[in-house]
């Protein structure tokens, strides 16, 4: 990419935010690196460490404000780990290369030659830094509205994964009062390097697999065999006679593992 101007910097930003800056020079500032600083002492800029500082609390009150619309009934017990979930390295790194912020920064020659531009860290701080410019330029509503529309996959994210959470404690709920069993769940298999682990796990309800299904994670598969072997009962049915989506039914008993769930 051409080396931009900081003009078109900033209006590179606004074009990919859906949004104009009331203030401008803070939106550069946003973009601007202490790296670059120490190259151009004397120029006049700032690099965007108090930006991001601030950009931090904004972005927490925003996401912690459409947590509380989306879970009214939610403790703040509950809801800090959720927004934990979206405001952090990973979450925001992944929002600004969506954006393509790290083509826009200012950085200097040694943070440029060492991969600055795809650093998550770099990329999550300018994220932050670029929010607090829109706060301090024209005050949380179209902050509200950048989150809304930047943060909506996060967003939706969390809230199907709750979707999902409940499943282990409907099927033991509903197994103690049917069967007066405990559902028991035993790993099948892992596979796939440790950075992007499958796993396969079954449940188990007295001498019977349920349910088996894959997941990225232990949690993730329990859940989803879970709400398969939710699902048969639910319809009066033993393991075999049918298939729920997305799992595989196990057609007969694993070896097993007496652990409670």
């Known amino acids: 990419m051409p080396t931009l101007q900081p003009s078109e910097r900033v209006k590179a930003l606004e074009e990919r935010l859906g949004t104009t800056f009331t203030r401008p020079e803070l939106a550069l500032t946003a973009l601007t690196h202490k790296s670059w600083i120490n190259e151009h002492r004397g120029e006049g800029f700032q690099d965007n460490e108090r930006l991001e500082f601030l950009g931090d609390a904004v972005l927490n009150l925003a996401v912690g404000h459409r947590l509380m619309e989306r879970f009214p009934q939610m403790k703040e017990g509950e809801l800090t780990p959720l927004r934990a979930r979206i405001v952090n390295e990973e979450g925001l790194s992944r929002i600004a290369r969506r ?4 083509e826009l920064l200012q950085l200097g020659r040694g943070e440029e030659l060492s991969g600055g531009r795809e650093k998550s860290s770099l990329l999550a701080n300018a994220l932050e830094a670029v929010f607090a410019a829109m706060y301090l330029g024209s005050g949380l509503e ?4 950048l989150v809304d529309r930047h943060f909506s996959e996060a967003l939706e994210g969390v809230a199907q994964a709750l979707g999902r959470q409940d499943y282990k404690t409907k099927l033991q709920e509903a197994a103690q009062e049917r069967l007066k069993l405990t559902p028991r769940y035993q790993i099948v298999s892992e596979t796939g390097p440790d950075h992007e682990k499958i796993f396969e796990v079954e449940v188990v309800l007295g001498p019977d697999v349920y349910a088996r299904a894959t997941g990225r994670s ?20 033993k393991p075999g006679q049918g298939v729920a989506q997305g799992v595989t039914l196990a057609p007969a008993p694993g070896p097993k593992d007496d652990t409670p769930a």
């Open 142 to 145: 179209p902050v509200m509205a």
């Open 99 to 102: 954006l393509a912020l790290g």
């Open 218 to 237: 232990k949690k993730d598969a329990e859940q989803t065999a879970a709400h398969a072997a939710l699902e048969l009962l639910d319809r009066g049915e």
